[in-house]
């Protein structure tokens, strides 16, 4: 991937901002109003549903359930099923500009679990990229340890000229995620297997955020820190409510 501009503002007591300002990054970067971005951010307490969720009949019941176990519930822009984050946890947005970003969507995908994989196993993790039997939000594309357990999910959003791929990281603490997928799977009517989901603590014991971040940013290599311009937050503000359940 070329080198692009870090970002590092979240806005962890506001997780529908957190994915209003990827949705308003998406936007700028396709009308080429700012340049390529990877942000890096802590995020809040998250339980972030994918569009197809919000089709399921048990849909506000799972979001009533992740409200109960202090996951603020969201819509996210990129596709999948509901994933869950807290502040132990980092999310990475890789946002850039392409005339057809259809054409590239496997590769991009790819590549970017390759260098996810790789900057875990610089942590000591035995990292590989490939579903895992019985995952939460399943895809060719996770990013697993050992073959076993998830450590990474990724997801893409596509519009014309542009495209957003997320990825999000428990790093410590997977008992609060597992709990609340386990209820929010069972409202939405979706199986899957709780063991699978783990923090990357579980397979590096004493790994921390700091020392995560270290490895996201020297598998990715982006260019000189920028941070988010006024009209882009402007724009998120605006996008927020969308980002909702409704």
């Not at 070329?2 to 503002?9: A, F, H, P």
């Not at 080429?32 to 994918?50: D, H, I, N």
């Not at 340890?145 to 450590?151: D, E, S």
Request: aromatic share 6%; glycine share 10%.
């Amino acid at each position: 991937m070329r080198r692009v501009q870090l970002l590092r503002d979240g806005f962890a007591e506001h997780p529908a901002l957190d994915a209003a300002v990827s949705h308003a990054l998406l936007r700028r970067v396709a009308a080429g109003e700012v340049p390529p971005s990877l942000r890096l951010y802590r995020p809040g307490a998250t339980l972030a549903f994918g569009r197809l969720d919000r089709l399921r009949p048990g849909y506000d019941d799972a979001v009533a359930a992740a409200r109960a176990h202090g996951f603020e519930p969201v819509q996210r822009l990129p596709g999948g099923h509901a994933a869950a984050y807290h502040g132990e946890s980092l999310v990475l947005d890789l946002v850039g500009a392409e005339a057809d970003p259809i054409a590239s969507v496997h590769d991009r995908f790819g590549h970017t679990a390759r260098l996810l994989a790789e900057a875990l196993r610089a942590l000591g993790a035995d990292a590989r990229v490939g579903e895992v039997p019985g995952e939460f939000c399943p895809g060719r594309y996770t990013v697993n340890a050992r073959g076993a357990v998830k450590l990474v999910g990724t997801a893409q959003r596509l519009v014309r000229g542009a495209w957003l791929l997320s990825a999000s990281l428990v790093v410590r603490d997977a008992a609060p995620v597992r709990a609340v997928l386990d209820e929010v799977y069972a409202r939405l009517g979706l199986a899957w297997e709780p063991a699978t989901a783990v923090a990357l603590e579980d397979e590096v014991p004493g790994v921390g955020l700091d020392a995560t971040e270290r490895a996201l940013l020297e598998a990715f290599a982006p260019a000189a820190d920028g941070r988010l311009d006024q009209e882009t937050l402007a724009l998120a503000r605006r996008l927020e409510s969308g980002h909702r359940p409704g």
